[in-house]
């Protein structure tokens, strides 16, 4: 069956410390996959978007990675504050399609 | 600029009952799509309508439908609804291409008694 995969356990980490999330997918293959940061009770707030032909894209302190063979992608933020605290979500869009499929998300934490 | 608004905030209907969600898109967006959202999951693809068709339909029954207005609003109506329907519903709005990105609004919290 189509599975995205993101871990559902809170990561914590320290101020100033990498965060680094992850997201698999099997039986896929997308042609965009997105990364959205949500904040309890608010909508999702797009990130990045990176492309099947893309291995990395990068904003500011946002770092992500897409290895189509491994079928995963991989968020990073480097030198993280309290504020970068939510939950973050991948979506992918199966090729040939508009739909926009989500993972569960994963809720980081950064300690001050 | 008004980002994405979507009406009522909150919502409280019994089953059987029916409801109608809105959905206004960020000026110049021609691309409105539905998202369910359950606590402490992902957001799940319900419709994406574009230029007032239908492009896209997740795995909902046909009790979810939805609709797109000229001016590119859109509606959102569940018929007979069940307390498995209470969720967070999201409206997202974007410019029409698969990598554009999605602009979400905050969304209706629907609660079924």
């Known amino acids: 069956s189509q599975k995205i995969e993101q871990n559902s356990e809170a990561l914590n980490i320290q101020e100033g410390k990498t965060a680094t999330l992850t997201c698999n997918y099997t039986?896929?293959?997308?042609?965009?996959l997105q990364w959205y940061r949500q904040d309890p009770g608010r909508g999702p707030v797009f990130l990045l978007l990176?492309?099947?032909?893309?291995k990395e894209k990068r904003k500011e302190r946002l770092k992500v990675t897409f290895d189509t063979t491994l079928k995963q992608s991989l968020f990073h933020i480097t030198a993280s504050q309290p504020a970068d605290s939510a939950t973050y979500l991948c979506?992918?869009?199966?090729?040939?399609?508009?739909?926009?499929?989500f993972g569960t998300g994963t809720r980081l934490k950064v300690l001050a | 600029d008004a980002g994405v608004t979507q009406s009522p905030t909150h919502l409280i209907k019994t089953r059987g009952q029916h409801v109608t969600l809105r959905c206004s898109p960020i000026?110049?967006?021609?691309?409105v799509s539905w998202y369910q959202q359950v606590l402490g999951q992902g957001p799940q693809f319900i419709f994406q309508?574009?230029?007032?068709?239908?492009?896209g339909r997740g795995n909902f029954p046909d009790r979810f439908s939805a609709r797109q207005f000229p001016n590119y609003s859109s509606e959102l109506n569940v018929n007979a609804l069940l307390l498995g329907d209470s969720a967070l519903y999201l409206c997202?709005?974007?410019?029409?291409?698969?990598?554009?990105?999605?602009?979400f609004g905050p969304g209706t919290r629907l609660t079924v008694l």
């Open positions: 997202a709005s974007s410019a029409g291409d698969r990598h554009n990105e999605q602009f």
């Open positions: 039986n896929y293959s997308p042609a965009y």
């Open positions: 990176i492309r099947e032909n893309e």
């Open positions: 979506a992918l869009a199966p090729g040939g399609t508009y739909k926009y499929i």
């Open positions: 000026s110049g967006h021609k691309s």
């Open positions: 309508y574009y230029e007032k068709e239908e492009r």
